[in-house]
């Protein structure tokens, strides 16, 4: 059974930093691609970032580009984001999911219980 467990959110003030990890049980994690979407309140889920199988390749969205970065731990089946300069805007709770790059190629069906990430003053 494929399990993802999401951790590290919290509340931040704008400007600050926050280290999501995603820890995969149930799967080969280093055989497929791994991605982060978010879901802010009242919105539909938001594609952030992606990383292939070897972490040799990103892609990410505008509205995160140049903040935040996926990367991943194969020997330890675990998934990072590391977001700086955090907004307001990027309030939302935060999913690492199977597949990618692009919303259109996760199995948002594989998500776990997410993380909320509130930046606020």
């Known amino acids: 059974e494929v399990q993802l467990v999401e951790s590290g959110g919290g509340l931040v003030q704008p400007g600050g930093s926050l280290r999501l990890s995603c820890a995969a049980f149930g799967f080969t994690f280093s055989s497929g691609y791994m991605s982060w979407v978010r879901q802010a309140p009242g919105k539909g889920l938001e594609w952030v970032s992606s990383?292939?199988?070897?972490?040799?390749?990103?892609w990410y969205a505008d509205s995160v580009k140049g903040r935040f970065t996926i990367s991943r731990d194969n020997a330890t089946n675990t998934l990072y984001l590391q977001m700086n300069s955090l907004k307001s805007e990027d309030t939302a709770v935060y999913y690492c999911?199977?597949?990618?790059?692009?919303?259109?190629?996760?199995?948002?069906?594989?998500r776990g219980q997410g993380t909320q990430v509130t930046a606020s003053s």
């Open positions: 990383i292939n199988l070897s972490g040799t390749n990103t």
């Open positions: 999911a199977k597949g990618g790059p692009g919303l259109g190629l996760i199995d948002t069906g594989s």
